[in-house]
């Protein structure tokens, strides 16, 4: 868990690109929110951006922006391609530069990661992460890219940008013609290392023509692509020391494609894990160098920084979950920072289905202006039974709010689900949250009691004006055969340590539960990857002479025997994260676990899990294991609702006590600050 680190000098230390100064190193690094593409999501997207300013960001760097209609992320995406355009985006700078911000406009051309049927790329291959095969482009086109991207940088200078930066990683346009992977052109444009750089280098030549001398240049340079047929390290030293002789501010680096096999992001990759690329390019260029990826916490940067080879640290999604961490980590209150935790399960998993962006953690970001905290002119007494996610949110919000808040929780410490999540190897994070929400409830007042399970005659004498029920979820035992057999545990008792689990396990339902303790299970011995380890089972080259820096992933044995069954047929695990449910998916392929669907659970007795599976030929089998872990679903835990809804108490029931068959972070949180803006 972090600790309070004072206040981070290295970090605040004001940062010159080019004629602007960031006032801290801190920079918002891209993220569409979904907002960009309609007129009346403007107003939206200004003050999303203008609570950050306000927060303290150096630098923030809008969503991708398309210079021209081949480039479109969406169909009628977001683009700049015209003054209209740039009148549009005055509000969103203005609302910024009236808090003291600085913003840029990225610059993104989609290529063949543009979720349109309509779409143009290096050559006619299609992505693997995409339905729809794009256009190859020609010469003609391809120039017309080029202008395109001298013209765009000059509306957001117009539109009042403090600086574009130009995209070109994650497998977008430019990256694809940077790659052998899928750059096999025979003309001027590909080929050679100098051919495949050569659009990149025209396009920022074009954007100096357009925007004079001075005007910060950023690009998002890719300096490791995490695919076969990725850029070697010399292509990508040679081309940041072009982008430097050709006029570039600076450079954001980039890791990993869409489609890479290797997590980038994820709550499981650890912290700061690709900074030693960026470290390198130090060697190169004597222009500002910015690092990414997984650095969440003021502290990473602080460290980072002060080895003096990074300038600057690019935080998406913790600005995302926390618009003041640049305030509060100024002014040593950094154990009140809501740490993003890397679940990508409001932000990344929202665009990639087009839906509008928020957090798992803060609900109203991307809702700045309708889910608001405002101070409540009266303030009401309420009781938050439950210190899960639901009604932690709740008992901070309503606290915020200004109303006087008591919080019941039954257990010896708060966190209901999320004390279990931390548990599971590479969701450390989780107790980040944990330690933000006891935090929170100090600052804002909230009285707490701890081992007290609260009865409905309590709070019916205790006369609260609100009871908000956050009681949350006990785990589905299924009627089977001998569910009471020793063998038997439910997930809560194998994780938290309260049963002893034997060496060969049965896991019953594979959901986001079964997953989590299947990998809880086949690592338990070492809880934590270190780095080294990390990269081999991911397969990550320290070799800089192979493409991509990719290399075949060594995972470690698996500390025990697992079978993950569910009674569905077909493959598990379709029901989790978009971007993070493949991570979670190779990860137990990884550790040789056997997955079986479509079965009947039979029995359990001394000999294991009796199996047989009703809908097709497989013939029935005794799985003989030691423990059968139970990771059914759940149940709502509502004792309370009916003898205080009786009573004429007015009760408001939300989280996993409201909907368990959803159990959900991400909306028992919202759930319970809505209430809470409600109150
Ligand atoms: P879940 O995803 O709904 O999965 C429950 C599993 O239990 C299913 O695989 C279901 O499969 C099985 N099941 C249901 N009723 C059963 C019964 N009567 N007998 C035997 N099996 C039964 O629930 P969860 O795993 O508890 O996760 C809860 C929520 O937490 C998820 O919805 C997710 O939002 C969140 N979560 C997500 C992640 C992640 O994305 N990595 C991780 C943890 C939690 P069959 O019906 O096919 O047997
Ligand atoms: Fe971070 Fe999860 Fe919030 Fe995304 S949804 S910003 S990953 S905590």
New binding site residues.
Partial sequence: MTEPTGHHPELFEPLHLGPITLRNRIVMGSMHTGLEERFWDTGRLAAYFAMRARGGAGLMITGGIAPSRTGLLLPFGAKMTNRLDAWRHRRVTRAVHAEGGLIAMQILHAGRYGYTPFKFNVSWDKSPIHPFQPIKLNDFMIRHIVRSYGRSAELARRAGYDAVEVMAGEGYLLNTFLCPRTNQRTDRWGGSTENRQRIVLEIIDAIRAAVGPDYPIIVRQSIADLVKGGQTWDEIAGLARALQAHGVTAINTDIGWHEATVPTIATSVPRAAFVKFTERLRDEVDIPLIASNRINAPDVAEEILRRGRVDAISMARPLLADPELPVKAQHGRADEINTCIGCN?ACLDHAFVGKKVSCLLNPRAGRETTLVLSPTRIARRVAVIGAGPAGLAAAVSAAERGHRVELFEAGAAIGGQFAI?ARIPGKEEFAETIRYFTRQLEVRGVTVHLSTRATAENLIAAAFDEVIVATGVTP?I???PGIDHPSVLTYADAVLGHREVGARVAV?????????VTEFLTVEDSPTLDLKEWEQEWGVSEDLTVPGFVTTPRPAPAARTVYLV???AGGQGR???KT??WI?RAGVKMKGVEQISGAR?DRIDDEGLHLSFPDSDTPARVLAVDSVVV????ESVRDLVAPLTTAGVQVTVIGGADVA?????KRAIRQGTEVAAGL
Avoid: V
Avoid at 508 to 516: E, N, Q, S, V
Avoid at 631 to 634: D, K, P, T
Avoid at 661 to 665: F, G, K, N, Q, R
């Fill in positions: 399960q999540a589905r299924p009627d089977i019953i339902g594979a959901g986001g539960i079964g997953f989590d569910q009674r569905k029901g989790l994260g993070t449910g979670h659970y990771c059914a679903g759940q068959s959803e159990l959900d972070a």
